[in-house]
C-alpha cells in the first residue's frame, strides 16, 4: 500500500512537471498580448510597454516560467492579471461552485442510472430494455447546453421555481446555492447518466452470467440479494473507472454549462481568463486539474479494493 | 371641445393621484443590470477597456466634465469652465465640499494631481496623449484649476470627460483596480470575481438629490439566450446591452417588459487594410462601397435595429456629417469599378472575423454574399480575440475585417498611417489639424465635417452601420438612457416606478 502511495505521488509529481512545461510554452507562444487586451485597441506604444514590465511580459521565458515555478513551490500565489486578486483564492472560490455541482451531478446519474441500468439487464430484449436503451440515446445524442437551455425555459421562465442562473454564494444564502446548482447539475447528470446506464447494463449482464450468480441462485438465495448484493458488487468495478473520469472531467469540463447558467466555476473562470490572456490564472488552473484527474483515479483506484479483494494495490 | 374638457375632468377624477406625479422620481430600490463582459479590473484609468466604464464611470467615479444622455457635455466635479479667446487656457471652477468615498477631500491639488499622473513617464493610462498637451497645471486656490495648453485642442473638453480622465483619490489609489474609490453617486461594495460587482447609494454625495436608487448590482452574463431567461425569470431587471436583437421583439411584446432602441457611438465597419493588395487600389474599395446594402446589412444582422452610416462619426455626435448617400447600393456600378480596376471577374479575399462579437459574424457572412453577387470571392475565416489583436491589429495581418468601433471622437486613427488600416492620406491629416485647432464652432464644423468626407469618399473602411444602444428592462424600471452617447451606463438618474 505504501509503495503504491509513492510510487502514485512520484507519478503525480512528474506528470505535473510535464503539464507545467507544455501549459507554460503554448501560452508563451500564443497570438494575443495580454497588455494589449488590457489597454485596448488605442493604447500608444509606450503605455503598452510599461505595462508589459509591470505584469513581467518582458523578461525571458526562462526568467517568468522560473519565476511562476518558485512561487508555486513556495506556497506563494501570482496576481491575477484580469482580477487583481491571488490566483489561488479565485481557484479556490470557483471550487466552491463547480465541485459541489459537479457532485450533485454524479449523484443524480448515478439515482438515474443504476435502477434504469439493473432494470434492462434484468429485461434484456423486452420492452422495458428497448426503452431504456431508447432514451439512453436520446440522451448520449441531446448537447447538454441545449438540455440546460430547456430546462431553464420550463423550470425558471415558464414555472418560476428556479432563478435562470448565477450564484448567491454558501456563506449569503446556504439553500439558495444549493438549489442554483440543482438545475445545472442535473443537466448535466442526465447526459452522463446514459453512458453510465449502457455501462451499468453490460457489466451486469457480464455478471449475472457468471457461475457464482449461478451459485447463489442455486442455494437458494432471494433474487434481489443476488442481483443488489453479489452481482452489483462485482459490476460496480468499471462502473467507478468511467465514473471517476466522469468527475474528473466534470471539474475541468463544465464550462458551456457553466456559461449558460452564468455560474462563477472552474469552467467559466479558464475560459474567461484564456479569452483575456489571463496567463497566471490559465496555467495555474490548467495545472490544477491535471492534478485532480490523477487523484481521483487514486481515489477510484483505492474502491477497488474495496470493492474486489481479489484486487491489491502494488 | 366641451365634451373633450369635460372627459378630462372626469378622467381627473377618477385616475389615481400617483398616476398623475408617476413622472417624479422616486427614491429607494435595487437594480440588478445585466451585461455581457466582466471589466479586466476597475479602474478606468488604467484601460481603455469598454466593460470598464460601463460599469465604474458616472457611477462610482467621475471626472471634471460629464456626459449627459443626450451628449452633450456637463458639469461635473468642475461646476464651469473658461476658455481663454486663444483657446489654450482653460479654467475649471471645481465643486466645492466634494468628498471622495474614503472621506478624502476633492479640491485643485487632487485634480491637478491626478492629471499630472496620467500624463507621467510611467503612466498606465491607455490615453496619455489626452493629458500630455496640458503645458502648465496650477491651482491658484482650492477650488479653481487653471490649465494652459501647449496648442488649441478642440477636443481636449471631450477627453476630460472620458473614462481615462476620472478624479482618483491621492491616498490610496493604488488598490483601485480592486477596490475603486471615486466622488460618484454610489459606492463600491464588492466585487464577486466570476459573477457581479455590487455598489451601494453614496449618502454624501455632491448632489444631495441624487441618486434615487439604494443600491446596483451589475451581474455578467455572456450567453445572448441565458440573458434573456434572465430577465425573463426575475433575476436582471434590465439588459444593459442586448446582446440578441432578435429576441427584442419577442421581450417588447411582453407587457412586463419594455426596450429601448436607442443610437450609440459604436461604428461597425468592415476594417480593410488599405495597403493589402487588391485593396490598395481606391476603386476596389469604392465597388465594395457600392456592393453593400447597408439596410439589408441592419435588417440581417441587427434585426433592423441600427443606423446606416456613411464614414466614421456616430450620428448623435456633434459635427456630424450626413454621407450616407455617397455609395448607394449598386451592384451593377460596383462591377463596372472592378472591371476598371482591372478586376472584370472578380478575385478572392479572406475575411478575419472576430469571435467574441456575434454580430461581426454575421455581417462578415452576410457581406460575404453581398460581395459575392458582384464577383468578390471572400473567404470567411473566424479567429479568437487574442488571435485577432495580435495578427489583424498589431501585425496588420489581413485583408479585410469586421468590428465595432466603440470610442466616439476617434476619426484622429485615420491621421495614423500605422493605424491597422495603413490608410496613409496627407489630405486627411491636414484637415484633421486644421480640426483641432479650430477655433470656433463654425471651424470645428466644416474641418470635422471635411474629415468625415474625406475618409467616405476613399472609401477607406466599409462603412455599415452604427451600433443600436439596445436595452431590454422591466417595465417600471425609469429614466435609463436611452441612447449611450458615452461608453457608460449612468445610473445616476434612474429610478424605480412604485
Known amino acids: 500500500m505504501l509503495r503504491y502511495l509513492i510510487k502514485k505521488t512520484v507519478t503525480l509529481v512528474l506528470l505535473l512537471f510535464l503539464v507545467s ?15 494589449q487586451i488590457i489597454l485596448g485597441i488605442n493604447a500608444t506604444p509606450e503605455v503598452l510597454a510599461n505595462l508589459r514590465a509591470e505584469l513581467g511580459l518582458d523578461r525571458s521565458f526562462l526568467g ?56 434492462a439487464a434484468r429485461h434484456q430484449n423486452r420492452p422495458g430494455d428497448v426503452t431504456v436503451m431508447f432514451g439512453t440515446q ?41 438549489k442554483a446548482l440543482l438545475l445545472p447539475a442535473f443537466a448535466l447528470g442526465v447526459i452522463r447518466a446514459s453512458i453510465l446506464t449502457r455501462l451499468t447494463r453490460s457489466s451486469m449482464l457480464e455478471v449475472l452470467r457468471e457461475d457464482y450468480v449461478r451459485t447463489a441462485r442455486a442455494k437458494g438465495l432471494k433474487e434481489r440479494t443476488v442481483v443488489y448484493v453479489h452481482a452489483l458488487r462485482n459490476a460496480l468495478v ?9 468527475l474528473g472531467q466534470l471539474l475541468a469540463g463544465a464550462i458551456i454549462i457553466e456559461n449558460v447558467y452564468f455560474l462563477p466555476g472552474l469552467g467559466r473562470l479558464v475560459f474567461n481568463a484564456i479569452g483575456q490572456r489571463d496567463l497566471p490564472v490559465v496555467r495555474d488552473i490548467v495545472l490544477f486539474m491535471a492534478a485532480a484527474v490523477v487523484v481521483v483515479n487514486f481515489i477510484v483506484d483505492l474502491t477497488y479494493a474495496a470493492l474486489d479483494p481479489r484486487i491489491r494495490l502494488q | 371641445m366641451k365634451k373633450f374638457v369635460f372627459l378630462l375632468c372626469v378622467l381627473a377624477l377618477i385616475v389615481p393621484a400617483h398616476w398623475v406625479f408617476a413622472a417624479t422620481p422616486q427614491k429607494g430600490g435595487s437594480l440588478t443590470i445585466c451585461v455581457g463582459d466582466e471589466p479586466p479590473g476597475l479602474d478606468p484609468t488604467a484601460s481603455a477597456s469598454a466593460a470598464i466604464d460601463r460599469v465604474v464611470y458616472a457611477n462610482i467615479m467621475e471626472g471634471l466634465v460629464k456626459v449627459d444622455r443626450n451628449g452633450q457635455f456637463v458639469p461635473g466635479l468642475a461646476t464651469k469652465w473658461d476658455v481663454s479667446p486663444d483657446g489654450k487656457v482653460y479654467t475649471f471652477h471645481l465643486r466645492k465640499g466634494v468628498t471622495f468615498h474614503n472621506a478624502e477631500p476633492f479640491n485643485a491639488q487632487v485634480a491637478k494631481w491626478n492629471l499630472e499622473r496620467a500624463a507621467a513617464e510611467d503612466t498606465k493610462n491607455a490615453h496619455p496623449e489626452f493629458f500630455r498637451v496640458i503645458e502648465k497645471a496650477e491651482t491658484p486656490d482650492d477650488n479653481t484649476l487653471k490649465l494652459t495648453l501647449k496648442d488649441v485642442d478642440a477636443l481636449f473638453i471631450v477627453h476630460m470627460a472620458e473614462g481615462d480622465a476620472v478624479m482618483l483619490p491621492m491616498k490610496g489609489f493604488e488598490n483601485m483596480a480592486a477596490e475603486p474609490i471615486g466622488t460618484g453617486p454610489f459606492k463600491f461594495a464588492k466585487w464577486t470575481r466570476g459573477d457581479s460587482v455590487e455598489m451601494v447609494r453614496n449618502e454624501k454625495y455632491w448632489n444631495p438629490r441624487l441618486p434615487y436608487l439604494d443600491k446596483v448590482t451589475y451581474r455578467f452574463i455572456k450567453d445572448a439566450s441565458a440573458q434573456v431567461a434572465a ?35 459604436s461604428e461597425v465597419i468592415m476594417s480593410t487594410n488599405n495597403k493589402a493588395k487588391p485593396f490598395d487600389n481606391k476603386l476596389v474599395r469604392q465597388a465594395i462601397a457600392y456592393a453593400i446594402d447597408r439596410q439589408a446589412v441592419i435588417d440581417l444582422v441587427m434585426s433592423g435595429y441600427g443606423t446606416i452610416i456613411g464614414s466614421h462619426w456616430p450620428p448623435v455626435t456633434p459635427y456630424y456629417k450626413d454621407m450616407t448617400g455617397l455609395f448607394p447600393y449598386d451592384p451593377e456600378k460596383a462591377k463596372k469599378l472592378l472591371a476598371q480596376a482591372g478586376y472584370p471577374n472578380g478575385f478572392e479575399a479572406t475575411i478575419k472575423l472576430p469571435a467574441i462579437y456575434p454580430y461581426a459574424q454575421r455581417a462578415g457572412e452576410v457581406i460575404a454574399d453581398m460581395l459575392g453577387q458582384v464577383g468578390i470571392k471572400l473567404k470567411v475565416e473566424v479567429v479568437e480575440w487574442g488571435y485577432w489583436l495580435d495578427r489583424v491589429f498589431k501585425q496588420k495581418d489581413f485583408q479585410l475585417s469586421m468590428i ?35 477655433p470656433n464652432e463654425a471651424e470645428k464644423t466644416k474641418w470635422f465635417g471635411r474629415c468625415q468626407e474625406i475618409v467616405a469618399e476613399d472609401a477607406v473602411n466599409g462603412f455599415l452601420f452604427l451600433a443600436p444602444a439596445l436595452s431590454a428592462m422591466k417595465a417600471d424600471l425609469m429614466d435609463w438612457w436611452k441612447d449611450y452617447p458615452t461608453i457608460a451606463m449612468d445610473c445616476t438618474e434612474v429610478w424605480w416606478k412604485k
Open chain 1, 138 to 178: 436520446l440522451g448520449l445524442a441531446t448537447p447538454e447546453f441545449w438540455f440546460g437551455i430547456l430546462l431553464t425555459l420550463l423550470f425558471s421562465v415558464q414555472l418560476g421555481w428556479f432563478s435562470a442562473g448565477g450564484f448567491p454564494g454558501w456563506n449569503n444564502d446556504f439553500w439558495g446555492s444549493l
Open chain 1, 238 to 246: 468499471p462502473i467507478l473507472t468511467i465514473m471517476g473520469l466522469q
Open chain 1, 64 to 119: 517568468q516560467y522560473t519565476d511562476w515555478i518558485g512561487n508555486l513551490l513556495l506556497g506563494r500565489s501570482q496576481q491575477s492579471i484580469h482580477y487583481k486578486m491571488p490566483v489561488f483564492e479565485l481557484i479556490l472560490g470557483s471550487l466552491a461552485v463547480t465541485g459541489p455541482m459537479a457532485l450533485i451531478a454524479m449523484l443524480f446519474a448515478l439515482v438515474i442510472s443504476l435502477p434504469l441500468g439493473i432494470y
Open chain 2, 231 to 265: 430577465l425573463k425569470a426575475g433575476d436582471v431587471d434590465i439588459i444593459g446591452w442586448l446582446l440578441a436583437p432578435e429576441l427584442a421583439a419577442s421581450i417588447a411584446k411582453d407587457k412586463r417588459f419594455k426596450v429601448l432602441a436607442g443610437a450609440s457611438t
Open chain 1, 21 to 35: 512545461i507544455t501549459v507554460f510554452s503554448v501560452l508563451f507562444v500564443l497570438p494575443g498580448d495580454p497588455a
Open chain 2, 404 to 438: 465595432g468601433h466603440a470610442e466616439a471622437w476617434d476619426i484622429g486613427i485615420y491621421a495614423n498611417p500605422n493605424y491597422y488600416f495603413q490608410y496613409d492620406s496627407q489630405e486627411f491629416r491636414d484637415a484633421y489639424a486644421k480640426a483641432l485647432k479650430a
